[in-house]
């Protein structure tokens, strides 16, 4: 009885799981049809886009791997083509970021070099070296991959490695041979700067850990002698500063200034001058973290001879029933003055525990000309000043009180002033520089002529490039408010508000360290707006519209 029973249960068992195999057969299938028909459309899209890049209809082969990679957004075939199609269409930044998602080892050695090539464009010269290596000697790009990776590796100061590879650059076009003997002498005299100070590039790292060991087992055992030798030999890290070296110099300046049409003025400054730079730095006690506080005195002596000669012509205009007519008249000037000055400057600085830099200090101005007493004038000034250093960014603010003395010593005008200083190191040699400055005018002398306050703003973009030269572009602006001339011919006392623009290109060169050049062209417009506004036209008179000046200085500095 029990049989036909157990046989039962089995049979309806049977029953009851035949629809549920079935079931997950058919969705088993379904998955693997699925997966079938992706990897066939994947192969199926890829397949017309390569057509489309071996015809070079790049453009049109783009709009194929985009809707790939929508679909299939891993597939490594596709956004390697994608990346080299977007390179022969000169696309940098968007091939760049497409190489970027690739493994350079399993990239072919023409893909290699593309690889390479869009990211030294985009300054990422660590990647595009490792690229640049991977090019074997024989093949068609090894030579050109040899000069740009010689030159990223010179980016990432390595030099024996870029060297190496630009001597193996041999076969360049005309261009980039020229280049290449540039950046080889480069590279030597980087070299031999390095040998000469006794710093060895792949050394210098542990040469500074060894010396700061040495230091600090030292410190606990130095005898009072050794402690003013340390003192002598601080460096300090803030903002401040003390030089010690003389000058000797020749300037050059050529000047053309127009006054609105009303007369023309031609200068010719040349000044030769002597100025000496010294004084003591003392470290003060005061630390936070590596930084410590200081004490300095600037002292500074200058003497100075000036020629200055030139050419004044005037127009003057009569006008009448019958006509206008301009009557020229020239007038020519020759002067030479010589002057001596002396400043001394003292100020003392701390460190902060917020890696910012406060300091205090002022100046002590006066200027002799023909070196005597009677005629001398000067300034005398005080300042605030807070700022901030972090690597490749610089920050300060700074308040300043300054008053201008007569031959008494006595203050015929104050100044207050605002300064915020911006810097930027966007490379190892390029950099920008910013500031924006108020001044607020307080004449005790109420005869004297000027503005009641003036703002001005300046940029500076600077760009050091091989042997010591630096090339730069400056940009600034000035609004002074409320001028007031107070005895202008028939109109007595009037007042002005300008604004000044004024660009500046100049290229400086300090080849060795014991002499410096420097030459500079500076075009300056500069509006009024005059009250009351009969008076305009007498006050742009002896106002400057269109101002050029050429400036070239020769030095030989001496350090101690």
Known sequence: ??????????????????????????????????????????????????ALFKARKFNQALIVFDRTLRQFPNHQPTIQLFAKALYRLDRIPESYQMFSKLNLNSLDIETSYEYALSHFWMRQYQPALAGFQRIPEGNALFDLANYYGGIAALKLTRLLEAETMIEKAVVLPLKLAKSRKNYLKHIQALKLLYEKKGLALDR???????????????????????????VKDYKHQGFEAVDNRAELGINFKNQLIDRHGFSEETNTIRTTYFQFLGGPLISLPYK??????????????????????????????????????????????????????????????????????????????????????????????????????????????????????????????????????????????????VSLKHDFFVYDDLAIDGPASATSFSTDLWDEIPFGFTIGAKLSGQYQSEFFIHDLPDHGEVSANGQTYTGKAYLLAEPIEWFSAEISQQVQKTTWIVTPSEAEEPFQRYQPDWQQTFVGQVSLNLLF
Do not use: C
């Not at 000055?341 to 701390?350: A, D, H, V």
């Open 1 to 50: 009885m029990r049989l036909p029973l157990i046989t039962w249960h089995i049979g309806l068992s049977l029953f009851i799981a035949a629809p549920t195999m079935a079931i997950a057969k058919t969705k088993s299938s379904r998955s693997s049809g699925k997966q079938q028909v992706s990897k066939a459309n994947v192969r199926k899209m890829f397949a017309a886009g390569l």
């Open 204 to 230: 210098q790292k542990e040469k500074k850990r060894i010396e700061a060991a040495i230091k600090k087992e030292r410190a606990v055992r130095l005898s009072s002698k050794e402690t003013k030798k340390a």
């Open 288 to 433: 936070t973290g590596s930084d410590q506080a200081a004490l300095g005195l600037q002292i500074t002596g200058r003497a100075e001879e000036q020629l200055v000669e030139g050419k004044e012509q005037r127009n003057v205009q009569s006008d009448d029933l019958e006509d206008i007519r301009r009557i020229e008249t020239t007038k020519e000037t020759r002067e030479l003055t010589k002057y001596g000055s002396f400043i001394l400057r003292p100020w003392i600085e701390f460190p902060t525990p917020i890696r910012a830099w406060l300091s205090m200090g002022g100046s002590i101005n006066f200027i002799y000309p023909d070196f005597e007493r009677k005629d001398r004038t000067g300034t005398r000034s005080g300042y605030l000043r807070v700022g901030s250093k972090v690597p490749g960014k610089k920050f300060a603010a700074k308040y300043q009180y300054g008053e201008v003395l007569n031959s008494d010593s006595k203050k015929i005008t104050a100044v207050n002033t605002f300064l915020f200083i911006w810097n930027f190191e966007f490379t190892e040699y390029l950099g920008l520089d």
